[in-house]
């Protein structure tokens, strides 16, 4: 069952960018100065960052799964 731009898709955008502008190349000392790095990307990218507005409902949730469970049915 695919739901489109659904929570993980945001977490995949936020560890890709951290992943290729903190963690790459890994040339930290220490856990410390991991530690340091990803706190201040966290704090920049909390400010550049634009907040997504949630439009799916449970109602969504709802008529998504029951025409997944009719396909289920029909195909069994």
């Not at 560890?15 to 990307?41: G, K, W, Y």
């Not at 507005?53 to 396909?71: G, I, Q």
């Amino acid at each position: 069952m695919t739901i489109h731009a659904s929570w993980l898709n945001q977490v995949e955008i936020y560890f890709s960018a951290l992943q290729r502008r903190v963690l790459s190349p890994n040339d930290f000392e220490n856990l410390s100065d991991l530690e340091n790095r990803i706190t201040d990307f966290q704090q920049l990218y909390e400010t550049i960052a634009k907040p997504f507005e949630w439009k799916f409902t449970r109602k969504d949730m709802k008529n998504v799964l029951d025409k997944f469970n009719n396909k289920q049915k029909m195909a069994a």
